[in-house]
């Protein structure tokens, strides 16, 4: 398979092609103009367009669906250059508005879910992605083709920010050294600018490579998917708890370099009477306890073969004012995408 050219950091770039001025261009038409092919690279000299060419795929994912919710979340399925599928989500946090003279005066907020793997090795038994096992990791150019392609296809300018979320398909600390990679093209001033404050890696729980990356210092955002306060319930919720247990994850959260104004996202999948009682908001508490931490409650979101349900409104109100009279900061996330089932895995699941 040929490297991609979104794989790229800028200095990198700046020594793969002659003279090295050329990849802040190439850069321009890659994240300000979004381009999808090099021929379209207007003021590169013809000799290089077609080295490049002959050097680099600059499509690595073709669009085979996209499916769009009542709430705006666009579900994408991908296919990379080896056939295998990805998906990506796009939520739409904020709708745009305009005054009485229809002029537009905020420009709407989005954060893309992004994908890190073809398939996970973490095996979340509420998962489907997790259900086709692990295929193969992807690189750094194929996560950032990712928020490019979404960009173009919602002509989205090179400056509206938005956030990333490393939360889609694959466990994205089980593919690190192409995360970081993605995580520092994504910030290049010279590209799309989007500052490690806006990423988030959310990740099961890697201990080990939550230290790693918190050694790296790169300003990132912390989401952890904890879901049970207990290792018995996490290991059957999560398998990789074995290795990687509640006590480790929380030490390596404690010792991460976290901005003082930002907190550490604890996910918290709430599973009707699973974990949804006010023992396990009691021991949650307990856990968070000295850390700057804001609580994500998601409601399951069942499909079709899981015996797990959805918890009711009442239980995960409950829950969560327990949390906030206990001095945490909590949240319910609505699930975005219900109608066009946005949880991890299930489009491509029903594409196969
Ligand atoms: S929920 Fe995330 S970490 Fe767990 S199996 Fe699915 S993709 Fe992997």
């Known amino acids: 398979m040929r490297a991609t050219i979104y794989d790229y950091p800028l200095e990198e770039l700046k020594n793969l092609v002659k003279p090295p001025f050329r990849a802040k261009q190439i850069y321009s038409w890659l994240y300000h103009n979004y381009v999808s092919s090099f021929d379209d690279m207007q003021n590169i000299p013809k000799t290089l367009r077609a080295e490049l060419n002959e050097k680099y795929e600059i499509s690595p994912l073709k669009i085979v669906k996209s499916e769009e919710s009542d709430d705006g979340t666009i579900k994408y399925l991908f296919e990379l250059a080896d056939g295998h599928t990805i998906e990506t989500v796009l939520l739409k946090m904020k709708d745009e508005k305009f005054n009485e003279n229809g002029e537009l005066i905020h420009h709407a907020k989005y954060t893309v879910c992004i994908s890190t793997q073809v398939g996970c090795k973490v095996g ?138 930002k907190r550490v996202m604890f996910e918290y999948l709430v599973i009707d009477n699973i974990n949804d009682d006010i023992a396990s908001a009691k021991k949650l508490v307990k856990l968070l306890h000295g850390i700057n931490a804001k609580v994500n409650l998601i409601y399951f979101n069942p499909y079709e073969g899981t015996s797990y349900g959805r918890p009711s409104v009442k239980k995960m109100e409950s829950f969560s004012d327990y949390l906030i009279n206990h001095g945490i900061l909590s949240t319910i996330r609505q699930s975005k995408g219900i109608d066009i089932s946005a949880a991890c895995g299930q489009l491509r699941e029903q594409t196969q």
């Open 124 to 261: 979340c038994s509420f998962c489907l992605t997790a259900k086709g096992g692990f295929i193969r990791d992807l690189s750094a150019g194929e996560i950032v083709a990712q928020i490019v392609y979404i960009k173009r296809d919602k002509h989205i300018e090179h400056n509206r920010r938005g956030n990333i979320v490393y939360m889609g398909m694959g466990e994205p600390l089980d593919n690190l050294s192409a995360l970081t990679s993605a995580i520092k093209i994504f910030s290049e001033l010279d590209g799309l600018a989007i500052s490690p404050r806006r990423q988030t890696v959310s990740t099961s729980g890697l201990s080990s490579k939550i230290d790693k990356l918190g050694e790296m210092d790169l300003g990132i955002n912390l989401a952890i998917s904890l879901h049970a306060v207990d290792d018995t319930l996490r290991e059957e919720l999560i398998p990789m708890n074995k290795a990687y247990n509640i006590a480790s994850i929380m030490a390596a959260v404690r010792k991460f370099p976290i901005d003082k104004r």
